[in-house]
């Protein structure tokens, strides 16, 4: 049986999108691939509100914020944790050689842009990372606000952990003044892993030439040269089968509309964050939570294992707390092409389950 995945991804994809990925293949030096990754790039664009160049990795999104911290740090990388993807940016950076300080939140809180502008202001760094939507504790950090404060320091590379917010969250890449945002095919998209996704500045490629050692596969100034001089090419072969799939769906997400799907995550969100409050509890503050995924607060003490198992015979799955959070929270993902029919079918599935109403 499949079980329809409400997890914070992979997430659940189409048939018809998974159709996409048969596509027949096509030579990854021809003109056809050319257009099909110049196509991409000019939706992506789109999508992220941007001018700046589309980037494609064949890795997970954690690819590219490797290649980030250590292709764009020079002096000193400022990285600010609100859960376990912003500390494993740090670890990126430390395991890479990169010198680095960690500004960690109390799980269930934001980065505030209070603690950016003391930190940026000492002067030691000229890049930040941010995690704009963490996964494993629900919450969306407030990048209007932390970006007001990075355009302070011109001459701070400021990274945005997008992925797993970027196509069910409005990020406004140009006027937020993001050098690098990155994202992942198997969240908010709506397609299987397996291509990692950023936006580049100008400024962080130059930047990038001046650093040594940035590695071969990740090198963000060979991918960004490669695509520039030889007709949107990759240094390396890419996945084609995704990139057919990732063609189709952005069609979809544009036909949709980007406000359409902006306001239906938002519809998802907050029907699921009414359902946890009246039954459990948030564990983010609600002012900064995810509108892509929601954490409750395990307050009943139910065996959230023994529930996933029940909903799995049912045909659902949902995921447990991550990290030190596993059964002490459970989480909801809503995201990518689930509608708030589905959410419903759902939250009606467990409540059967739990034998709560």
């Not at 941007?50 to 400022?78: F, P, Q, Y």
Request: negative net charge; hydrophobic residues 35%.
């Amino acid at each position: 049986m499949h079980k329809k995945l409400f997890i914070p991804g992979p997430i659940e994809v189409g048939e018809d999108v998974l159709e996409k990925m048969s596509s027949p293949m096509i030579g990854h030096r021809s003109k056809e691939a050319s257009q099909l990754q110049r196509d991409i790039s000019n939706k992506l664009k789109e999508l992220f509100y941007t001018s700046n160049e589309i980037l494609l990795s064949t890795s997970s999104g954690s690819g590219l914020m490797e290649a980030a911290v250590r292709c764009c740090t020079k002096k000193k990388a400022a990285v600010f944790s609100i859960g376990s993807f912003g500390d494993r940016w740090h670890e990126m950076a430390v395991s890479n050689g990169i010198d680095a300080d960690l500004f960690k939140s109390e799980p269930g809180s934001i980065t505030t842009s209070e603690m950016v502008d003391a930190a940026l202001s000492s002067g030691e760094y000229d890049l930040v990372t941010i995690t704009h939507n963490e996964t494993s504790t629900g919450v969306m950090n407030p990048i209007d606000e932390i970006s007001r404060v990075v355009k302070k320091y011109p001459d701070v590379i400021f990274c945005a952990d997008a992925v797993s917010s970027a196509g069910g969250v409005k990020i406004e890449v140009d006027k937020l003044g993001i050098d690098i945002c990155i994202t992942s095919s198997q969240k908010a998209l709506g397609l299987p892993p397996g291509l990692a996704i950023c936006t580049i500045s100008e400024r962080a490629v130059e930047k990038a030439r001046t650093v040594k050692n940035r590695g071969f596969y990740l090198d963000l100034v060979s991918l960004y040269d490669t695509v520039k001089k030889k007709d949107y090419q990759y240094p390396s072969t890419p996945n084609l089968s995704l990139m057919f799939a990732l063609d189709y769906q952005l069609d979809c997400i544009i036909e949709e509309g980007l406000e359409n799907r902006f306001k239906r995550h938002l519809e998802m969100a907050e029907y699921t964050r009414g359902w946890a409050k009246r039954n459990f509890e948030l564990f983010a503050d609600e002012r900064y939570a995810s509108v892509t995924l929601t954490t409750i607060k395990n307050t009943k003490e139910i065996s959230v294992k023994d529930l996933n198992s029940e909903l799995g015979k049912r045909g659902f799955a949902i995921s447990n707390g991550y990290g030190d959070l596993k059964e002490k929270t459970f989480r909801i993902a809503h995201m990518a092409d689930l509608t708030i029919d589905d959410i419903k079918e759902l939250l009606v599935e467990i409540e059967d389950v739990l034998s709560i109403s």
